[in-house]
């Protein structure tokens, strides 16, 4: 084998040195490949140099046959660099499938059921923007008419991120309750959050309780990013602006809730700051964008409108978001 | 990588210029420009953000924990020239309201 690659290379220099074409260049380069592939060395690449060129060329001073040993003993560091990478891309490889792994774990741990009550409209999406997502949307319903959602954002993302949101996750399961109030739920998970995340870990939460039959929405939030309330019969928008710290700040946050009535028609409309914090060649992407998207489909189902926010903002960044993306429409029907 | 970090410090009173971004790139440098000063008991740390373009959550971050090691070393930190943007990320994280934040234009400097 070695023997038959030797002559091989002996033809292909041999051919390069009676005639510098690009043709006898590619085809080195052709050959080269097929070398790597087969994991030679360099050192071993020059010691096969010097056995063709002594057959070629038997009358060169012995300089030069010296001079190819001394390469060849510099080469050999190169080739344990070599060996060294392809380790690495071997265990980088390993990594990878563990990471697809641990995705797909997360999504089956954090999963999550949307509710159906009676008279809304429920649209969402979320996008990680590796493969772990930062963000998360739980629902906790119950047979009665009453849902409440939280909406999360790690600050900070991958793995660690990731990590994080399962004790998000856990909490809101110990509650397990959807009568429970805003002001209650966020502080509670903020407690667990305190107590187990490093400093440099923090969760925003957006939490609404939502009753069918009265259409009231009762809405605290952590940090988080407001959400925007939709009037139907004013065509306006307003922020659902509500005063609470992250989570995992202080142990002593108290947390303000608000309520809302919703009418026909009336949209509230929870997100990120993935979606607010986009970046375009122009500047930023401001709430005034967005408004105008979600306007521009509003007679749409709750779910064609978040797809089409997502979608324009993605074409207008030129399909480069910075950030999680997660967008959830409550449609009142 | 658009994020210059001047920071000088003598007798515990730190004053420092951060100009540019801070994003998920820059945070981490900032962070690690910060870290020698957290354990300093009652430092008093002013950090003047009037040049910060943009700063987004993880920058935050990093605010956040350098304000709670130096809370809890009796020390405070304060900063100051927030534009108008930097203000409104303070003021919905609530941090505002426990932080010493000053915008810009409000004496400073």
């Known amino acids: 084998m070695v023997q038959k ?17 690009e043709q006898n ?8 490949r097929q070398l790597i592939s087969e994991n030679t060395s360099p050192e071993d690449v020059i010691s096969m140099h010097k056995a063709a060129m002594q057959e070629l060329y038997e009358d060169m001073p012995e300089t030069v046959w010296h001079s190819f040993d001394f390469l060849i003993e510099m080469m050999i560091n190169y080739g344990l660099a070599l060996q060294e990478r392809q380790s690495l891309l071997q265990k980088q490889e390993e990594l990878r499938m563990e990471m697809d792994l641990a995705a797909n774990v997360q999504e089956t741990l954090l999963s999550t059921t949307m509710p159906s009550l009676e008279g809304l409209d429920i649209g969402l999406l979320s996008v990680p923007l590796r493969k772990m997502n930062g963000d998360y949307i739980y629902f906790i319903s119950d047979e009665e008419g009453r849902a409440g959602i939280a909406v999360a954002d790690v600050i900070g993302k991958g793995l660690p991120a990731a990590l994080c949101m399962s004790m998000v996750k856990f909490g809101m399961d110990s509650l397990n309750d959807s ?28 939490y609404g309780r939502y009753e069918a039959e ?54 509230v409309v929870i997100m990120t700051d993935g979606v607010t914090e986009g970046r375009t060649a ?22 064609t409108i978040v797809q089409y926010v997502y979608d324009e903002l993605v074409r207008m960044q030129n399909a480069e978001l910075s950030d999680d993306f997660t967008l959830v429409i409550y449609k009142k029907v | ?20 971004e801070i994003d998920a790139h820059t945070a981490p440098v900032l962070r690690e420009k910060l870290e020698p000063y957290q354990n300093v008991e009652s430092l008093d740390a002013e950090l003047d953000l009037s040049d910060v373009d943009y700063m987004d959550s993880t920058g935050l971050g990093v605010f956040v924990a350098f304000y ?6 009796g020390g405070h930190l304060k900063l100051s020239g927030l534009s108008a943007r930097l203000k409104r990320l303070f003021d919905i994280t609530g941090l505002g309201d426990i932080m010493d934040i000053e915008s810009a234009g409000k004496g400073g400097n």
């Open chain 1, 282 to 303: 122009e500047g930023f992407i401001d709430r005034q964008v967005i408004n105008e998207l979600i306007l521009r489909k509003k007679d749409e189902p709750a779910q």
């Open chain 2, 1 to 20: 990588m658009n994020i210059q970090v001047d920071l000088q410090e003598s007798d515990k009173v730190l004053k420092g210029h951060i100009r540019g």
């Open chain 1, 214 to 267: 009265s259409g009231v929405l009762t809405y605290g939030s952590a940090g988080h990013e407001p959400a925007m309330l939709y009037r139907a019969e004013t065509g306006e928008f307003e922020e659902l602006t509500v005063k609470g710290l992250l989570l995992g700040v202080s142990p002593m946050a108290t947390y303000e809730e608000k309520e809302v009535k919703l009418n026909k028609d009336d949209m």
């Open chain 1, 179 to 206: 009568m429970s109030f805003p002001r209650e739920v966020l502080s509670t998970i903020n407690r667990i959050v305190e107590k187990s995340v490093d400093d440099f870990m923090f969760v925003s939460m957006f």
């Open chain 1, 25 to 32: 260049l590619y085809v080195g380069q052709n050959f080269s």
């Open chain 2, 68 to 73: 709670k090691s130096v809370n809890s070393q």
């Open chain 1, 5 to 21: 690659i030797g002559s091989q290379y002996k033809e292909i220099l041999n051919q390069y040195m009676q005639r510098q074409s």
